[in-house]
């Protein structure tokens, strides 16, 4: 039975995926929502500007009608574009280049009372995300003072060990290697080691 390189390879997938992407003839339709997207308008907005009627306007938006030139003219004057704006591809976001790679046990210890942190990817500044592991020190509930929330969201993984999760609206569950949970950092939560060891999680958090 053959396999095709793209299953072994996802890298590869997703090259493909945006190589097909980057020939896939311009929908025009789809450029006019993009436009109006941008402007904040709704298609009653758009209408009131174009002077074209909303039941066109959403025709065209969904590909069910071509705008004749005239249509096209009274939606270049009507959203204070220039007509070969509405030939544009969208813009493609450029890759700023940014990098930080972290050695296995080189990040940046941070210990706490009930935890203790190895923040990762230290040399980034305004990052989305703060990515780090840490060794949960904390064997009972009653070692934390007060539930720990704090704004933004967060992302855990099980990477060693037995962990009871704790949160403010939920009942305490016991997470083993390999799960994780994805959870509002603003609602109260804690964690406490249950296995022999002390347990070894991976946490990501979002603004």
């Known amino acids: 039975m053959s396999t095709d390189i793209h299953d072994e390879y996802p890298s590869l997938t997703l090259e493909k995926q945006s190589l097909e992407q980057a020939i896939e003839p311009l929908k025009l339709g789809q450029r006019l929502k993009e436009i109006r997207s ?13 002077g074209l ?26 959203l204070q574009i220039d007509m070969p704006q509405l030939f544009e591809p969208p813009r493609k976001k450029v890759a700023t280049g ?37 060794r949960i020190r904390a064997r009972a509930f009653e070692e934390y003072s007060d539930w720990v929330r704090h704004d933004g969201e967060e992302f855990l993984l099980i990477l ?35 296995s022999e060891e002390d347990a070894q999680i991976l946490w990501v958090t979002a603004k």
């Open 53 to 78: 009627a909303r039941s066109t306007l959403s025709k065209i938006e969904n590909e069910q009608i071509s705008p004749t030139f005239q249509a096209m003219q009274k939606l270049a004057n009507g």
């Open 98 to 134: 940014r990098r930080d790679l972290t050695r296995n046990e080189q990040g940046k210890p941070h210990p706490t009372q009930t935890y203790e942190h190895e923040l990762l990817a230290t040399q980034l500044s305004n990052k989305k995300m703060m990515p780090f592991k840490s």
């Open 38 to 50: 941008r402007l904040g308008l709704t298609l009653e907005e758009a209408s009131q500007r174009t």
């Open 160 to 194: 060693s060990g037995q962990v009871m999760f704790y949160s403010e609206f939920y009942e305490p569950v016991v997470m083993e290697l390999g799960d994780s949970v994805y959870y509002d950092a603003n609602m109260g939560h804690m964690l406490v080691s249950v």
